[in-house]
């Protein structure tokens, strides 16, 4: 494989189209009045214009509070989509721990300068983005929407 | 008078460059003989930042083994070469703009000599005004006029400026092609404005501002001229006198000099006046403990050592422009970019920004992949070996007028051939089926 073939690999360009959780309405951007057990954060990348603004609502479940939605409007390159769009396909479910866990692995994985074997079993769909890594300009793309989740999830806990 | 024996010392300066002489410029350029992810690199950047002959790098080594020393300070020889170079750097890059060197500003860039002139007049607005400087000064109902095409750096110190005074800022909007709207020029010119700031060439659309027309057009309202020709002095010959602008500002990076010098041109009668932005040592006179007395232009604008071995070099670099001869770069540019623009809008799925083929423009064009992100035309090209800018180039809302928020920009220098452009076209067309996003055929 190319090293722009393991960048751009198939389920990255079919995540960048499909968009999972891009259905954040237009009169949802401002994220005002937002009930306690929702955050939303807007990040932009101002090198290259991606942007994002990612919602995350949460419930209390029997065992603590679990992610029970995530909904994301914004624009970028396929990187960039196609991580929040995997990131989407992810979370719901999953204990706000485990999201916050799950973040930290996927940053350093991100940072590691392709020096890091992604863990399929934890990451899903996200270890396809390992070939990121190698590019340091390109690895705030694949963060934007995470980044966005982390400050999300912030808000509420 | 030595850059005129120079140039006429070069039998070739009237017929146009050939790839044949382009071959052999590309020989002093040693960073362009090299692979890049398997592939000869196709440098097609220039518009950020050019390429440096080897002349160039010598001139600033030979300082530092030679002569470096502080200038205007000291009596020692050294110090006295190293001024002598420094002084000489400065007469040769502002014959090289048109312009006397008691008119040319050592800067650290373009940017650092807007905000120069931005901060200047900021404070010639406050306090008790000397009469010397109230052409200078703003206040609320004046007006500063600024294009929709201008780079952030010839937008932004507008901005602070107007915030600071109380002036308002407006700006001349852009066709959709990407040309100023000289109609909405003619009336948004009027007796309240007392600057206008705009761009000879943008860095976006290539777009050649008409600038001896807009500047008569600011003089007869009174309004002082402030010319961005960060993109016009690499590339084409640049008069500032026959163009009758009051300012002038440029990057040496972009025009074959180092990082960390620029120049900026005023009329010497309106730098005598100005006040001064930054002040400390070598700037001044007499100095007593509460006040101080200041040096004429230019050094009144030097405070604090300056970069003595880039002015150097940028003297180097000028030399090698004009050797070359900057009708002859223009007019082989102009053809690049005609190159350019007409391979890219004959490849589905692309919008080129700014004029169609045929229109002048400068060696550079700036398009829209139309499903691909520019970041990602941008990588493909890369794994091509080739080096293009992506994003927003520093313009914001002249993106947003052309209804997007990133492009792809290629831009061609003295160095380029029509190979590099046509390697470069080749990869384009390659992008779209790369990122499975073929035109779809309606049945
Ligand atoms: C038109 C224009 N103006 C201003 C600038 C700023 O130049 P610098 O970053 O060297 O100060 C640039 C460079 O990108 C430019 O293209």
């Known amino acids: 494989m190319s090293a722009l073939d393991s960048l751009y690999q198939q389920i990255i360009l079919e995540q960048s189209k499909a968009r999972h959780g891009a259905d954040l309405a237009n009169d949802q951007l401002q994220g005002q009045h937002l009930p306690p057990n929702v955050g939303q954060c807007h990040q932009l990348n101002p090198v290259c214009g991606d942007e994002i603004t990612l919602r995350l609502e949460t419930e209390d479940g029997g065992a603590g509070r679990t992610v029970s939605g995530i909904h994301w409007a914004g624009d970028g390159c ?47 769909d996200a270890a396809a983005l390992s070939g990121v890594s190698k590019y340091p300009a390109r690895v705030k793309c694949a963060m934007l929407a995470w980044v966005a989740a982390e400050d999300a999830l912030n808000q509420i806990t | 008078m030595t850059v005129l024996s120079r140039q006429a010392g070069t039998h070739t300066l009237n017929e146009p460059l ?53 200038v205007h300070r000291g009596a020692h020889t050294l110090a006295v070469a190293a001024t002598d170079v420094f002084e000489d750097a400065r007469a040769t890059v502002a014959a090289f703009i048109g312009a006397e060197g008691n008119e040319l500003v050592w800067t650290q860039n373009a940017t650092a000599g807007l905000n120069l002139i931005a901060y200047s007049f900021g404070n010639a ?66 007796e309240r404005t007392k600057v206008f700031a705009f761009t000879h060439v943008s860095n976006v659309t290539g777009v050649i501002n008409p600038v001896a027309e807009l500047t008569s057009m600011a003089h007869a309202v009174g309004a002082l001229v402030v010319l961005d020709a960060c993109q016009s002095a ?12 009051d300012f002038a500002v440029f990057s040496g990076h972009k025009m074959l000099g180092p990082t960390g010098i620029g120049g900026l041109y005023g009329r010497a009668e309106l730098l005598d006046a100005m006040p001064p932005f930054l002040t400390g040592g070598s700037m001044i006179t007499t100095v007593t403990m509460d006040q101080a007395q200041y040096l004429p232009a230019p050094q ?13 070099a940028l003297a180097a670099a000028v030399n090698y422009l004009e050797e070359t001869g900057m009708a002859r770069i223009h007019d082989w540019e102009a053809a690049l970019g005609q190159r350019l623009v007409s391979g890219l809008e004959a490849i589905e799925g692309i919008r080129v920004l700014g004029p169609a083929s045929g229109i002048p423009r400068a060696g550079l064009a700036s398009f829209e992949v139309a499903g691909v992100h520019a970041h990602d035309v941008g990588q493909y090209l890369d794994a091509a070996g080739i080096a293009v800018r992506v994003g927003h180039h520093c313009a914001q809302p002249l993106h947003r007028r052309l ?41």
């Open chain 2, 18 to 70: 050939t790839d044949g002489e382009v071959l052999r410029i590309r020989n002093d350029f040693p960073i362009l003989d090299q692979d890049v992810n398997g592939h000869p690199l196709v440098y097609l950047d220039s518009g950020a930042t050019s390429q440096k002959p080897i002349s160039v790098m010598e001139a600033e080594q030979e300082f530092y083994e030679q002569r470096n020393s502080a």
């Open chain 1, 78 to 124: 396929a990187i960039s989509m196609a991580s929040a769009s995997i990131l989407s396909e992810l979370v719901v479910g999953l204990g706000v721990e485990e999201v916050t866990g799950l973040i930290g692995n996927f940053r350093t994985l991100m940072r590691s300068r392709g020096k890091l074997e992604a863990d399929e079993e934890i990451l899903g």
């Open chain 2, 300 to 312: 009144r604008f030097e405070a604090g050592t300056q970069s003595i071995s880039q002015a150097v």
């Open chain 2, 234 to 245: 690499p590339h084409l010959p640049l008069d500032v006198k026959a163009l009758d602008v």
């Open chain 2, 403 to 443: 209804g997007l928020s990133a492009s792809t920009r290629a831009s061609a220098y003295l160095y380029n051939t029509r190979a590099d452009v046509d390697a470069f076209l080749t990869a384009v067309a390659g992008v779209r089926g790369y990122f499975g996003v073929e035109v779809e055929t309606t049945p």
């Open chain 2, 125 to 190: 607005s406050v306090g008790a005004i000397p009469e010397q400087e109230k052409k200078f000064a703003l206040t609320a109902g004046d007006e500063v006029l600024v294009t929709e095409m201008e780079h952030h750096a010839n937008l932004i110190p507008w901005q602070e400026l107007c915030r600071r005074t109380g002036a308002t800022l407006r700006f001349i909007p852009v066709h959709d092609d990407g040309t100023l709207d000289m109609e909405a020029a003619a009336t948004l010119l009027n």
